[in-house]
């Protein structure tokens, strides 16, 4: 007789695994399986229980394929898959969400973090009972010199925004305690951006260094476009700042505009009023542009305040492995709070 499939419930009683390591993954037909390939003897390596949650970020190239592969060979995989492309952010939140280790390492699946590193979070975090294990980037060289300085001056303001706690070049390569992922879980966010939210909790970390390297396969998912998207995010996630900046841009054109009044009243008295032309062309594009700008920062914040009201899923998770042994998890709703 064959064995039949699993039945629900049957497999629940699989343990709780000691470390998840979540991989946002989206079109990486190339780059998955080097990944895989490395890091899987490293995670056996360990010693410990651990479980891979790969989040299918709405691929359209073979990633599901290789995916679907990846879950028969290899128990520990996990593969999550969002019904569309949700975005990096997304990608993570679906998989710290689901993830059911003491601690989670989250990991590109590009190898610019190298997988061998997560013995060392794992060991430093156990040792040291620290609740966030950042991975900062020690040397650039290998990303472009475009990249290099679009990330210097990000992190350059985040730390700004943000204050002290926010290590330099810490991107999403990191690990987090069991506690720290059930506070980011209790968080309302919209549109979280990790690496701004976890140095906000300010629990207990520590930082490994590590080399970032180049992309093994395949070409970035960041365009400028993106990249932009995620500074905006990040500013206006952390930061009422720039609102303030409105009103002083505001205050500084009303005391232009008074100077500008008594210099016109001057001038009229005088009886040259003609040739005013030119100053008050220039004090109308001035006042004009600065209630754009205003008008504009609104809208971000009006913006983010309507998306919050509309409360929409960031993510829509049309396929999650674990629901075939752990039924309990199927359709919890919290998942599809925010
Ligand atoms: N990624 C994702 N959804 C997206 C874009 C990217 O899940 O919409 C994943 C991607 O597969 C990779 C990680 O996020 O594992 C980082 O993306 P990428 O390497 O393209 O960004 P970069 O390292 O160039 O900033
Ligand atoms: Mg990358």
Redesign the pocket.
């Given at each position: 007789m064959s064995t039949p499939a699993l039945r629900t419930g049957e497999a629940a009683a699989r343990p709780v695994p000691l470390l998840s390591v979540v991989?946002?993954?989206?079109?990486?037909q190339e780059?998955l399986p080097l990944t895989v390939a490395r890091l899987r003897p490293v995670l056996d390596a360990l010693g410990v229980t651990y479980e891979v949650v790969g989040?299918d970020?709405g691929s359209t190239d073979a990633t599901a394929v290789i995916m679907a592969k990846l879950q028969q060979d290899w128990p520990e995989f996990r593969s999550v898959r969002f019904a569309r492309?949700?975005?990096?952010q997304?990608?993570?939140t679906a998989g710290i969400h689901r993830a059911f280790g003491a601690y989670v390492v989250s990991i590109?699946?590009?190898l610019?973090d190298p997988p061998e590193k997560i013995t060392e979070m794992l060991a430093l975090a156990r040792e040291q009972s620290l609740d966030i294990v950042y991975g900062v980037r020690g040397d650039r060289g290998s990303d472009t010199f475009f990249?290099r300085g679009t990330a210097g001056a990000y992190y350059w303001l985040m730390r700004r925004l943000v204050g002290k706690n926010m290590p330099n070049q810490a991107?999403?390569f990191r690990l987090l305690s069991r506690a720290a992922v059930d506070a980011l879980k209790a968080l309302p966010e919209h549109q979280p951006v990790y690496r701004l939210l976890v140095p906000w909790l300010g629990f207990a970390s520590g930082e490994i260094v590590y080399v970032r390297e180049e992309?093994v396969a395949g070409?970035?998912?960041?365009p400028l476009s993106?990249?932009l998207r995620l500074a905006i995010d990040s500013i206006t996630n952390f930061s009422a700042t720039p609102l303030r900046l409105a009103t002083w841009l505001g205050l500084l054109s009303f005391v232009v505009c008074v100077v500008l009044a008594v210099y016109t009243t001057v001038e009229f008295v005088v009886g040259s009023t003609v040739p005013g032309w030119s100053s008050l062309f220039i004090g109308m594009l001035f006042i004009g542009s600065v209630q754009l700008i205003c008008v504009g920062l609104l809208g971000e914040y009006v913006g983010r305040i309507y998306s919050a009201v509309q409360a929409r899923p960031s993510y829509f998770v049309g396929y999650d492995s674990a629901d075939e042994w752990a039924p309990a998890r199927a359709g919890a709703p919290s998942e599809y709070v925010r």
């Open positions: 991989i946002p993954i989206y079109n990486e780059a989040v970020d492309n949700s975005g990096h997304a990608a993570l590109d699946a590009d610019q990249k991107g999403d992309r070409s970035t998912h960041y993106k990249m």
